[in-house]
């Protein structure tokens, strides 16, 4: 039964794929948004998150199947993201616990999320640590390019086995590219380095007034320069071709080698 249902979910993910409207009413939608600020709509277990619910779909299928015990995020704001994937990271625990019969506490839990943020402001700082989850959280603050951060980075990495990354902070092609050369090699293979806002490459350039990045200098521009010299990553394109609305379209990178 469920070989079938997925066999015709990827029957109508091709059919999409194949559905050049269907992807320039999603491109337009898109651009809609971006002028209503919707993607600061919605909060994950009370935090605010500054994601498309597709890409948190998408992460939460890729925390299920990959079952990191680190997830190294840049880019912090209110903590949304850091909630999300720490509350997966929690459920892993709990159904490992379901089916082991062995209850780990959480303050002794290997799997955690670890935020990087050149300024965390003292609100969301004080609302994260308050929150329920914040044992599995770790936040460091200062530029997710400084070499002092990424070492700091590399030395809690070397504790963990399965490691996931996820890139939001600066947008510019220059950060992006350094950001990939420091924490994509700490992706464990199999799993993901996903890299955020690679649509601002396909928007015109005036939906970012004020922002240093806009098409021809983005997150996207940074993995095809990336993507030259390191063939242990491919885009997954399966990701965007089901999300259709997404903010990381050829951002999903998977660690093949
Ligand atoms: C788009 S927000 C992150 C959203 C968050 N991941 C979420 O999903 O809710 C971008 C964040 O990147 C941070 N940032 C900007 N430049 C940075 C840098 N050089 N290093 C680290 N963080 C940076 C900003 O302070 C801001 O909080």
Not at 120 to 134: F, G, K, M
């Amino acid at each position: 039964m469920y070989k079938q249902f997925k066999k015709e979910c990827l029957e109508n993910i091709d059919g999409q794929s194949a559905d050049i409207e269907y992807q320039d009413l999603s491109r337009k939608w898109q651009l809609k948004s971006f002028q209503h600020k919707y993607m600061y709509n919605f909060e994950v277990l009370g935090r605010p998150i500054i994601q498309y619910p597709q890409d948190m779909t998408a992460i939460q299928e890729l925390i299920w199947n990959i079952r990191p015990d680190l997830i190294i995020e840049t880019g912090i704001a209110h903590g949304g993201s850091l909630i999300l994937s720490a509350s997966m990271l929690a459920l892993l625990d709990m159904t490992d616990a379901i089916e082991s019969g062995v209850v780990i506490d959480p303050g002794t839990s290997q799997r955690k999320v670890l935020g990087i943020d050149i300024d965390i402001r003292e609100h969301n700082r004080s609302a994260i640590e308050a929150h329920p989850l914040a044992s599995r959280i770790q936040m460091i603050q200062g530029s997710s390019i400084d070499f002092g951060i990424i070492d700091l980075a590399k030395e809690i990495a070397s504790d963990h086995q399965c490691i996931l990354v996820c890139l939001d902070s600066n947008h510019t092609k220059d950060h992006v590219l350094a950001e990939l050369e420091a924490y994509a090699p700490l992706t464990s293979i199999g799993s993901y380095c996903v890299v955020y806002d690679t649509i601002v490459d396909d928007m015109p350039a005036s939906t970012f007034p004020n922002r240093p990045w806009g098409p021809g200098d983005n997150p996207k521009t940074a993995i095809r320069e990336y993507l030259k010299n390191h063939p242990e990553f491919e885009i997954d394109k399966s990701i965007q071709q089901k999300l259709l609305i997404t903010s990381a379209p050829d951002g999903y990178l998977k660690r093949v080698k």
